[in-house]
């Protein structure tokens, strides 16, 4: 019997003391493992602030990458737009001057009738190299009206009662363009 009142009193112990449960002993490791976690929450709150703010910082670098790239992009096209008219001008002028002799032949035609297959076929021929030109965007520079520096070139200025001063009496050569691109300007006679 007197172990059983050992247990007894050693449960209850001393007087003034608190018996030490299970459930004491949970609470005090409880509230330690509480202010651990809100360390743990606070520090893992600052980790992903600055995850957010890294994750911010590379999606507006690869925004900005991505726009150089399309400026980029459109740069190229405008080169290589650029540079194949260049080079298309550069060839065309070539043929303009075939185009020059075909007209004189066409203007200087024989007229006898058995030249006429002849002058058929150069006509054809004629309409062959317009319709290849157009097609590649040659246009012909207008001559209608008055005389403009920028894409006409005087050769000769003369006195005409039928034109104004400064207006185009007659074209020597026609010019030719390509876009916004002279490929050569026309050659014109010019009123006084």
Not at 142 to 152: L, Q, R, Y
């Amino acid at each position: 019997m007197t172990k059983k009142k050992n247990e007894e009193k050693n449960s209850q112990g001393t007087p003034g003391e608190q018996p030490v449960s299970s459930e004491n002993m949970h609470n005090e490791s409880g509230s330690e493992h509480t202010q651990t976690n809100q360390a743990d929450l606070g520090s893992l709150q600052d980790e992903l602030e600055k995850m957010k703010a890294q994750s911010k910082d590379f999606f507006e670098g690869w925004q900005r990458e991505r726009a150089d790239f399309v400026n980029y992009k459109k740069r190229i096209d405008r080169e290589q737009a650029s540079l194949k008219n260049y080079i298309s001008g550069e060839i065309v002028k070539k043929y303009l001057l075939v185009l020059d002799d075909m007209e004189l032949a066409i203007k200087n035609q024989p007229t006898c009738t058995e030249c006429q297959g002849w002058t058929d076929g150069i006509q054809l021929i004629h309409q062959k190299l317009n319709a290849i030109l157009e097609s590649e965007g040659v246009e012909k520079i207008p001559v209608e009206g008055g005389f403009d520096p920028n894409i006409h070139e005087a050769i000769t200025q003369i006195d005409s009662p039928t034109h104004e001063s400064g207006q185009i009496v007659d074209v020597m050569r026609q010019g030719y363009k390509i876009g916004d691109r002279i490929l050569r300007p026309a050659l014109v006679v010019v009123a006084r």
